[in-house]
T-cell receptor
Framework: AQKITQTQPGMFVQEKEAVTLDCTYDTSDPSYGLFWYKQPSSGEMIFLIYQGSYDQQNATEGRYSLNFQKARKSANLVISASQLGDSAMYFCAMRGAYNQGGKLIFGQGTELSVKP | DTEVTQTPKHLVMGMTNKKSLKCEQHMGHRAMYWYKQKAKKPPELMFV???????INESVPSRFSPECPNSSLLNLHLHALQPEDSALYLC??????????????FGDGTRLSIL
């Protein structure tokens, strides 16, 4: 069975500082994808970044980067230069190549608060 | 603005009412999804449509009835709901239902309250 674990229910960061949100996963699929989503209080789920299990380099998208350590089964999200608008719920998710019809497995989420 | 449009944004209904949630995408995606989300919890998958056919039903009660009239539209028909069905209902789409590298793109959701 596939599983995603986010161990930080809530985090605080000072504006302009970097922050790391932890995510570990478990799967027996040889091929899988890892995703991070941001959900502000307004409700929409915003896709941030993707990392494939065979990707040699860590994914980056603007201020977001994914610290992928395959042997440790971790896929931590790093947000550089935090902004007040980064305050939101962040979900790590996984999708296996052979799982049921594209089902996303979500972690419990981390609520990030950025302080001015 | 998201590329997946959901209407209405808010819905309040009684337990005997019948209503529908609508979802539309024009990205040419062939897989569409319904999720239910409670506050401070991750989304829970309800249904998956792949190429307009229902491919996954996560044992959802029959008071929720999905419909996919065409590749761009997804409806969720609601009837005789219970107070515990109050939640944020999210629609999502992806290129296809296969593969591990396709992100799902979500709409803004419908906040549903059952009186």
């Amino acid at each position: 069975a596939q599983k995603i674990t986010q161990t930080q229910p809530g985090m605080f960061v000072q504006e302009k500082e970097a922050v790391t949100l932890d995510c570990t996963y478990d799967t027996s699929d040889p091929s899988y994808g890892l995703f991070w989503y941001k959900q502000p209080s307004s409700g929409e789920m915003i896709f941030l970044i993707y990392q494939g299990s065979y990707d040699q380099q860590n994914a980056t998208e603007g201020r977001y980067s994914l610290n992928f350590q395959k042997a440790r089964k971790s896929a931590n999200l790093v947000i550089s230069a935090s902004q007040l608008g980064d305050s939101a719920m962040y979900f790590c998710a996984m999708r296996g190549a052979y799982n049921q019809g594209g089902k996303l497995i979500f972690g419990q989420g981390t609520e990030l608060s950025v302080k001015p | 603005d998201t590329e997946v449009t959901q209407t209405p944004k808010h819905l309040v209904m009684g337990m005997t009412n019948k209503k529908s949630l609508k979802c539309e995408q024009h990205m040419g995606h062939r897989a569409m999804y319904w999720y239910k989300q409670k506050a401070k919890k991750p989304p829970e998958l309800m249904f998956v449509y792949s190429y307009e056919k229902l491919s996954i039903n996560e044992s959802v009660p029959s008071r929720f009835s999905p419909e996919c009239p065409n590749s761009s539209l997804l409806n969720l028909h609601l009837h005789a709901l219970q107070p515990e069905d109050s939640a944020l209902y999210l629609c999502a789409s992806s290129q296809t239902g296969d593969g591990d590298n396709q992100p799902q793109h979500f709409g803004d959701g419908t906040r549903l309250s059952i009186l």
